[in-house]
């Protein structure tokens, strides 16, 4: 079965660090383009960071030198490393799989003191 599966969330304080996962089957993540979308309430679903096939990453917007992506080829994972959170990066944070429409069920991250 092809899925993605987020864990990791939860509520942290403000400058506090977080990690999800991004568990892929039925496909290698090494073969796909895989980001992190994310959406707080109200607000359109926008894009945190992608890494590309060749390993390559990228991380946009207000989150860039706070959140690194990476991937584990062995466990066909893909991570968010998130560090100095605030609470703005309240969200529900999505994986997908680029450009075919493969999401996962996304995890909540609340980040309040």
Excluded at 37 to 59: C, H, M
Excluded at 68 to 78: E, F, L, M, P, Q
Aim: hydrophobic fraction near 35%; charged fraction near 20%.
């Amino acid at each position: 079965q092809v899925q993605l599966v987020e864990s990791g969330g939860g509520l942290v304080l403000p400058g506090g660090s977080l990690r999800l996962s991004c568990a892929a089957s039925g496909f290698s993540v090494s073969r796909y383009v895989m980001t992190w979308y994310r959406q707080a309430p109200g607000k359109e679903r926008e894009l945190v960071a992608e890494i590309s096939i060749v390993g390559n990453t990228n991380v946009v917007g207000s989150v860039k030198g706070r959140f690194t992506i990476s991937r584990d080829n062995d466990k066909n994972t893909v991570y968010l490393q998130m560090d100095s959170l605030k609470p703005e990066d309240t969200a529900v944070y999505y994986c997908q799989r680029s450009g075919t429409g493969l999401w996962g069920q996304g995890t909540q991250v609340t980040v309040s003191s």
